[in-house]
T-cell receptor
Framework: QKEVEQNSGPLSVPEGAIASLNCTYS??????FFWYRQYSGKSPELIMS????GDKEDGRFTAQLNKASQYVSLLIRDSQPSDSATYLC????????????FGTGTRLTIIP | GAGVSQSPSNKVTEKGKDVELRCDPI?????LYWYRQSLGQGLEFLIY????????KSGLPSDRFSAERTGGSVSTLTIQRTQQEDSAVYLC???????????FGPGTRLTVL
């Protein structure tokens, strides 16, 4: 089982709709969770971080964390063509183990 | 303010040559991380620095890979006797302190012929 799993997609969503991206992780001790956006040929850009169970909202983005079920998701409301990118889920297992373990990413395409 | 910078942006080298990749973190960031991203492999951790020390080198793929950081700022990743499987984008990230959010630089695309 991979440490961090994402559906590779591609995920196609109409403009203006909600895009839902999911990520599961295997280590129950994981403490910190991050979503990065990566445009083709560019480096990852941090969108959201979440550390506690529940929802965290930032503009059109909402991150959701459920540690009991070991999943974290990202919702993008009012999707725009500029949201078309690969979204990477990253997990840090615990404080003192500082590396991020990444999923392979979900490719999202927003259809105008 | 300025983000993480990396140089060169592209490097083409011949198999067997040594290469040095440089990372300049965001000013004031004490932690620095190296990752590698290759097709089909995703993003993998190589090494991180807290100040000038490297508590975790577990991701370095072989002893041909080494990294150092001096003055708590710039870091250099060195790959000796490059192999074709070393071809990848090498990404550097920094964070204000360890356990803080990590911000990535633009990367160095390494091609080994």
């Amino acid at each position: 089982q991979k440490e961090v799993e994402q559906n590779s997609g591609p995920l196609s969503v109409p403009e203006g709709a909600i895009a839902s991206l999911n990520c599961t992780y295997s280590d129950r001790g994981s403490q910190s969770f991050f979503w990065y956006r990566q445009y083709s040929g560019k480096s990852p850009e941090l969108i959201m971080s979440i550390y506690s169970n529940g929802d965290k909202e930032d503009g059109r983005f909402t991150a959701q964390l459920n540690k009991a079920s070991q999943y974290v998701s990202l919702l993008i409301r009012d999707s725009q063509p500029s949201d078309s990118a690969t979204y990477l889920c990253a997990v840090r297992v615990n404080f003192g183990n500082e590396k991020l373990t990444f999923g392979t990413g979900t490719r999202l395409t927003i259809i105008p | 303010g300025a983000g993480v910078s990396q140089s060169p942006s592209n490097k083409v080298t011949e198999k067997g040559k040594d290469v040095e990749l440089r990372c300049d973190p965001i000013s004031g960031h004490t932690a620095l991380y190296w990752y590698r991203q290759s097709l089909g492999q995703g993003l993998e951790f190589l090494i991180y620095f807290q100040g000038n020390s490297a508590p975790d080198k577990s991701g370095l793929p072989s002893d041909r890979f080494s990294a150092e950081r001096t003055g708590g700022s710039v870091s250099t990743l060195t790959i000796q006797r490059t192999q074709q499987e070393d071809s990848a984008v090498y990404l550097c990230a920094s964070s204000l302190r360890v356990s803080d959010e990590q911000f990535f630089g633009p990367g160095t695309r390494l091609t080994v012929l």
